[in-house]
């Protein structure tokens, strides 16, 4: 009997433990779902998938290229892999001209805009992925890295640019040209895609785009509204015109787009500690990130501690014309980044956020895709480049786009 009594107490003890260990496990669980957003896509537009720039700076080809590949989608529901390597060189060579042009007041950089992209495709064509060697595979690597070129195309450029030269030989470009062969690879005559022959020209036409459908917005007081003028970042070195609109009419235009079925390529600053290298960029109102300065995750993401991202989701900066302009003539908003936004979701307290693809390839929850909030949109967003139907009918009459 005393074997018995012994038994069942440890047996109800074992029942109680257990019960309490589910108990505290299930507070576990609902401390955790207060600390997490959870998401509820309200539109999401195809788009192709998330490449990988590595270690270039050509994030403007990558989010331009794949914002034309979702407008082939849309267009022609028909997927394509367009080649950043033709444009990125295109568009070198053309910056190296008119940094020699002006004797390096143009600044030679790996950077670029989306009317890079855009005067690309209108004056030089297009061709495939194909059609010219993969990244890398010319010096032995498996994926863009121009951290060699850059030295070397710099060096080579500058040492023209602003040399004491009286009279440019005609030979300077065909060196630059070597230079750019032998690490990204010829730009071709001619190719074949799907069995049929193309040059780069004939090429983009069969895409059937017109890159006079295309237009870029932004919003900034130091021009007036409704008129276009040239975004005064180093970048646009092709002076590249964007329409002006307010602030309100801007944040519109974004939603309307997404909701109606269009993507749009999305340049903006990503140097807020906010802009978190997981999956939600937030504009809190008050930082509660870790001090983590000095490191290479620093100079873009920010910290990526997750501790109070419910409470700043909820707390974030209401975001005005002025403060917008402030951020921008102080330097505190740069020409950083450019990305794709192609949808929209809602949180668990029916807060709305974009949906973006990134060009750092497969590095976080959404493998590579983020949620960006409307707040953050609003103040750190550059510029967009945008099929002009894509515009409320009112805002592009105000525009003359219609």
């Known amino acids: 009997m005393i074997f018995n009594k012994q038994f069942a107490i440890a047996l109800c003890l074992l029942f109680i433990g257990s019960n309490a260990f589910a108990q505290e496990k299930k507070d576990e669980k609902k401390e955790a779902k207060k600390d997490t957003l ?3 896509v309200i539109k999401e537009n195809p788009i192709t998938s998330v490449k990988n720039q590595n270690r270039s700076g050509t994030c403007w080809a990558f989010s331009s290229l794949g914002f034309f590949e979702a407008e082939l989608l849309r267009t022609q529901k028909k997927e394509y892999d367009l080649c950043e390597s033709f444009l990125v060189e ?13 004797h390096g007041d143009i600044s030679f950089s790996q950077g670029g805009s989306f009317y890079d992209a855009v005067y690309c495709l209108k004056n030089y ?6 059609a010219m060697p993969k990244p890398g595979s010319l010096y032995g690597d498996s994926l863009y890295n121009h951290t060699e070129l850059s030295k070397v195309s710099t060096a080579y450029v500058e040492a023209i640019a602003k040399s004491d030269l009286k009279k440019l030989s005609p030979v300077w470009q065909k060196g ?10 010829e730009i071709p005559e001619k190719f074949t895609y799907e069995g049929k022959e193309y040059t780069p020209q004939t ?3 069969s895409l059937g785009l017109k890159m006079d459908d295309y237009v870029s917005l932004t919003s900034f007081t130091h021009h007036p509204f409704y008129t276009q003028f040239a975004i005064e970042v180093q970048d646009n070195w092709r002076w590249g015109l964007n329409y002006n609109i307010p602030l309100d009419e801007f944040m519109e235009v974004m939603d309307y787009a997404v909701r109606n079925g269009y993507t749009f390529a999305w340049g903006a600053d990503v140097s807020e500690p906010s802009f978190r290298k997981h999956e939600v960029v937030l504009m809190p109102k008050e930082s509660t990130t870790k001090d983590n300065s000095g490191s290479d995750q620093a100079k873009w993401q920010g910290d990526t501690d997750k501790d109070n991202i419910v409470k700043n989701s909820q707390n974030e900066k209401e975001i005005t014309q002025e403060m917008r302009q402030e951020a921008y003539d102080n330097w505190e908003t740069t020409d950083d980044h450019g990305m794709l936004i192609y949808g929209l979701v809602k949180d ?4 709305e956020y974009f949906m973006m693809k990134n060009s750092w390839g497969d590095y976080n929850k959404y493998h590579g895709k983020c949620y960006i909030s409307k707040a953050y949109m609003a103040y750190k967003t550059m510029n967009i480049l945008i099929h002009k139907d894509a515009l409320p009918k009112a805002i592009a009459k105000k525009l003359k786009l219609k």
């Open 38 to 40: 959870t998401f509820t």
């Open 90 to 102: 295109k568009t070198y060579m053309d910056r190296a001209v008119a940094a020699v042009r002006t």
């Open 125 to 130: 064509g297009m061709c495939p992925e194909g």
């Open 176 to 185: 630059l040209q070597g230079i750019y062969n032998a690490y990204i690879g």
């Open 203 to 205: 090429f983009a036409e």
């Open 348 to 351: 668990q307290n029916g807060k």
